[in-house]
């Protein structure tokens, strides 16, 4: 495998993130002055693939939508209007009790799937002949009436026990608005401002085939900015609908996609003019013990909010798209501990202010050996998001150009990771090319095949993935400093990264 993402099996990745060398200390100036500098451009993203694969501990599993069978989960406003019909049937009379057992509940993580796919992206069960889009209407309906079911229950236990005054007398909690005021810092209040720029979107292939994920309002133009996965079944043929949190739909197409990075911008059709875009952060000035909120539509559960915090950074995240088109991704992600299930796949990871430092695209599911296993499984707590910085730079390339730039160093590396002290560039290339493309920026530095890279610009470098991913937190034309071993020595060199335009 070489530094160009040449889409070869992806071995595991490390468990480990790598290490800086000197990690530099973020003021809160800093910190504040980024915040107050936080609007969003006026360009949009690009296109990967995110489940299955190798990262930290074992493959990537890609939170969001994936290529199932089954029908689009359906949009905001399904969910409660489904809750509100049953809730009122579920009541059981007095001479009724106790009240019959509700009907069983749907296993959301069967559904069907890809397998190691970006990772347990959402995809409804196979509906029946004749019933093809009622699959996850039938899932919120049965939630809804073992809701209702349990309320009517206790509903009556309460009367019944109101009939035998015991004499016990209840104090409510006053009910004003004061009172019921958010604080502009509240998870509650940032939730408020966030969700009505956050969509879920529903992509169907060409044969019908797709599922759902989440993106968010890039900027006024209609541009919104998701994980390629998300939308790589309908970037042919297919149809894409993003539906707002008020319920309001709207047709949208596909700008670009970026394999590798995992990104891709699509753009609504006859868009509002009352488009909020979310406030970008800056991802590099984020810190281990963070706060952080996840919003999307885990398992087709549109506007869900789960909190946490930021676990780790640079954690080296590996992932496939399943079958999709046979690519690898690579990233140095953030880690988060916020819940994030099939289906969060490209929604936003905000900090404490509100502002997008990453987009949430692969979890380790409880199920497998590693990120990535064969099941829509839930969260165990490990979530990993694209850093919005590298997110960024790569909308504004869709954008502008409908296709993404990689920076390169010009040599393959090995993929081998266990018992890897570092990347070792390949004896040879892709299809017996040379390891090391001539002229190219390895050439001019003096690397050669054998070559054991360690470490780039400080940050330890502990396999092929690793070194990919940290290179792609960078631009064409950067210089790099590299430190590798060659006949037990070590030398440094600096690098200047070059470029490959699109997914070859």
Known sequence: MNTENEGNAVPQAPSAPPVPVDAPAVSADSRDAAAAGAAAPGAGASGGAASGGAAPGGAASGAGDGAGSGAAAPGAGAGAGAGAGAGGAGVPGAEAWPPPQPPGTP???????????????????????????????AGVLA????????????????????DNDTGSTTVSAADTPADLKRDPGS???????ALPSVVTIEAQSGSGEGGTGTGFVYDK??????????????????????TFSNGKKYAAEVIGRA????????????????????????????????????????????????????????????????????????????????????????????????????????????DSGGLGGTGQSGSIGLGFAIPVNQAKNVAQQLIKTGQPVYPVIGASVSLQQEGANGATISQEGASGSEAVTP?????????????????????????????????????????????????????????????RKGDS
Do not use: C
């Open 439 to 499: 002229n190219g920026p390895a050439d001019k530095a003096g690397l050669k095949p054998g070559d054991v890279i360690t470490k780039l610009d400080g940050t330890v470098i502990d396999s092929g993935p690793t070194l990919i991913g940290q290179i792609w937190t960078h631009k064409p034309g950067d210089t790099v400093k590299i430190t590798y071993e060659r006949d037990g020595k070590e030398h440094t060199v600096d690098v200047t990264l070059g470029q």
């Open 259 to 366: 394999e590798g990075y995992d990104v891709a911008v699509i753009k609504l059709k006859n868009r509002p003019d009352n488009l909020k875009p979310l406030p970008l952060g800056n991802s590099d000035r984020v810190a281990v013990g963070d706060s952080t909120i996840a919003i999307g539509a885990p398992f087709g559960l549109s506007n869900t909010v789960t909190t946490g915090i930021i676990s780790a950074k640079n954690r080296p995240v590996t992932s496939s798209d399943g079958g999709q088109s046979g690519k690898s991704s690579y990233m140095s992600a953030l880690q988060t501990d916020a819940s994030i299930n099939p289906g969060n796949s490209g929604g936003p990871l905000l900090d404490g202010r509100g502002a997008v430092i990453g987009i949430n695209s692969a979890i380790k599911p409880a």
């Open 187 to 193: 998870v509650a209040r940032i939730a408020n401002d």
């Open 143 to 162: 939630a809804a009436l073992v809701a209702g079911g349990v309320g009517g229950g206790v509903g009556y236990w309460a009367a019944e026990q109101n």
């Open 107 to 137: 296993s959301y993580g069967s559904g069907g799937g890809s397998g190691s796919g970006w990772g347990a992206s959402y995809q409804p069960q196979e509906p029946k002949p004749g019933r093809r889009r009622g699959g996850l209407v």
């Open 221 to 242: 133009q209609g541009h919104i900015l998701t994980n390629n996965h998300v939308v790589a079944s309908a970037a042919e043929g297919g149809k894409l609908q993003a």
